[in-house]
């Protein structure tokens, strides 16, 4: 099959040799750990590939939130009211979607997160 996933279809000896390194690579700026580590490694590649696309979305969202204290969270109340409240939802959106990839890391599990595992196929390393 021409557009399957090198994913689908991981050794089981990796899986198990994996799992610790698969979920470290979640915690933000270790996932270039498991690639290091592990290069031939498909398990740890895929959850290490997983973990750098959550860290870019890390750095997006500290951008915009600096940009947004910058400017709009300079209005009393209302601003920093309203980034505070936004801060809070995505920082735990964040924690939530981490604590997740590294439980199925751990349990051995070849999980895409939503709409950032579709996308692991482009990460070149």
Not at 29 to 34: D, I, N, P, S, T
Not at 85 to 107: P, S
Not at 119 to 125: K, S
């Amino acid at each position: 099959m021409p557009g399957a996933s090198p994913y689908e279809s991981i050794p089981p000896a990796d899986v198990e040799r994996g799992r610790l390194l698969a979920a470290v690579a979640y915690l933000p700026g270790l996932c270039l750990l498991g690639l290091l580590g592990a290069p031939d490694n498909a398990f740890v590649g895929f959850h290490a590939r997983q973990g750098f696309l959550l860290l870019l979305l890390e750095i997006t969202i500290a951008v915009f939130l600096g940009i947004y204290d910058a400017s709009i969270g300079r209005i009393p109340f209302v601003g920093a009211l309203v980034g505070y409240l936004v801060k809070f939802i995505l920082w735990t959106g964040i924690l939530l979607i981490t604590i997740y990839g590294m439980l199925k890391a751990l349990d051995g599990r070849v999980i895409r997160l939503p709409y950032l595992g579709d996308h692991v196929e482009r990460i070149p390393f």
